[in-house]
């Protein structure tokens, strides 16, 4: 079983900061990627961005420039770091895992239960 525990979110200023942690921990044989997403009340869940275990990262446009992920594959965690924060980011943000389960196991996807980030106007 996996889990995905988020933390960090906060209700900030327009302009501020936060740091969303993600840690993971479970019976995991191989991690591919891990992100994060957001869902505003009434919108469809989008991605934010995404780090794979190579190096490689992903970001949507609305946090090119303001958003970095990285990540921590020794711990399993991986971390958004938000700056330059907007009403728009106001979000639940949620922490997602693909990867393997076991050796001879196919992909699977996984979700954390989310961290409730608002920026006030």
């Known amino acids: 079983q996996v889990l995905l525990v988020e933390s960090g979110g906060d209700l900030v200023q327009t302009g501020g900061s936060l740091r969303l942690t993600c840690a993971a921990s479970g019976k995991i044989f191989s991690i591919i990627t891990m992100g994060w997403y957001r869902q505003a009340p009434g919108k469809h869940r989008e991605l934010v961005a995404t780090?794979?275990?190579?190096?490689?990262?992903n970001y949507a446009d609305s946090g090119k420039g303001r958003f970095t992920i990285s990540r921590d594959n020794a711990k399993n965690t991986v971390y958004l770091q938000m700056n330059s924060l907007k009403p728009e980011d106001t979000a639940v943000y949620y922490c997602a895992l693909r990867g393997y389960l076991d050796y001879g196991a196919d992909g699977g996807d996984y979700w954390g239960q989310g961290t409730q980030v608002t920026v006030s106007s």
């Open positions: 780090s794979t275990s190579g190096g490689g990262t």
